[in-house]
């Protein structure tokens, strides 16, 4: 008896080396993105996931900003490898993962950018490689930089989960308008969601909202989700400054308040959301549309 579960236990042990066993079977992938630039999506994206993280869910956050990435600088860590060493064979995965309060962090770098360099046996062995990272959290936040271009474009049509940021700005806001005309008409699947950022009061975040979700009805035919706002507040550049997440370095702001106000909402629409992508298949996508 003993013997066989011995054995047992060595087997089970093996499996564990070849593959790591994942707790989650599959990370749900979240892209957070923008029409203009500025407005907020990195500092939603680190605080998010902390946010996420006191509800009890694991988080991965994913810098694919190849401009101005800058996760890094906000959660004051400096990231030794980035995906460009996994592309370049040179680090494992496993390897670039960061952890810092309680969530994870991958610096994309000029990762993605040298993925669509390799030559398609590459391509293959990575997405493949890509299996190693499934479970590593139940959520991915892709943090993709802002605006209409190919990089940010191959992100946001690839997933079908994704929050737009805005500000109450007119110009944030034709950006988004932009941005989304171009969801709806390439990513009809996707499931849209809004945080308006720096609004001035409660009031002022309503009415952004209600414009935005009006023309998206109207002209685009897309039902955009309400996903909260976030307040103008000192304490976020402060925070930024302090190179600290501003939920940590100011718990009890109204920024903070407004952000755990976001993960209760996004936690509750989890059910009207479709069931995420696993990465492997968003990064096939997200390559597949950019290749072309
Ligand atoms: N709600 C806010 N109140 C005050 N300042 C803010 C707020 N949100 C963002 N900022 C400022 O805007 C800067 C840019 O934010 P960031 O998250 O880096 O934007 P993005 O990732 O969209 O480029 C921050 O460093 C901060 O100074
Ligand atoms: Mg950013």
Not at 11 to 26: A, I, Q, S
Not at 51 to 77: H, P, S
Not at 197 to 216: G, I, M, T
């Amino acid at each position: 008896m003993a013997d066989q579960a011995q054995g047992l236990r060595k087997l089970v042990e093996k499996m564990g080396r070849d593959r790591p066993v994942p707790l989650f079977p599959e990370s749900r992938v979240v892209a957070i993105t923008s029409g203009k630039g500025g407005v907020g999506k990195s500092n939603l994206a680190v605080n998010l996931a902390l946010a996420l993280k006191e509800y009890g869910k694991k988080v991965l956050v994913f810098d694919a900003d190849l401009g101005l990435g800058n996760i890094d600088i906000i959660m004051g860590i400096i990231p030794s490898f980035t995906l460009a060493h996994v592309v370049r064979g040179e680090r494992e995965l496993q390897d670039i993962i960061i952890s810092e309060y309680g969530i994870k962090l991958i610096a994309g770098g000029s990762g993605v950018e040298e993925l669509l360099e390799l030559p398609d046996w590459q391509l293959r062995n990575f997405l493949s490689r890509l299996r190693d990272l499934e479970g590593v959290g139940d959520y991915v936040l892709f943090d993709t930089g802002a605006g209409i271009n190919r990089h940010v474009l191959g992100f946001v049509l690839a997933a079908t989960d994704i929050i737009v940021v805005t500000t109450p700005e007119p110009t944030a806001i034709t950006d988004a308008y932009a941005l989304l005309k171009v969801i709806a008409s390439k990513n009809r699947e996707a499931v849209v969601r809004l945080v308006v950022n720096r609004a001035v009061n409660a009031q002022e975040a309503r009415q952004v909202v209600r414009k935005l979700r009006f023309v998206a009805r109207e002209f685009l035919s897309l039902e955009l989700v309400d996903l909260g706002y976030i307040p103008e507040d000192p304490s976020i550049s402060r925070a930024v400054k302090a190179q600290r997440p501003f939920l940590y370095a100011y718990p009890r702001s109204p920024a903070s308040t407004s952000l755990r106000q976001i993960a209760e909402n996004f936690l509750a629409g989890e059910g009207t959301v479709p069931r995420g992508d696993k990465l492997q298949d968003f990064f096939r996508r997200m390559l597949g549309l950019l290749r072309r």
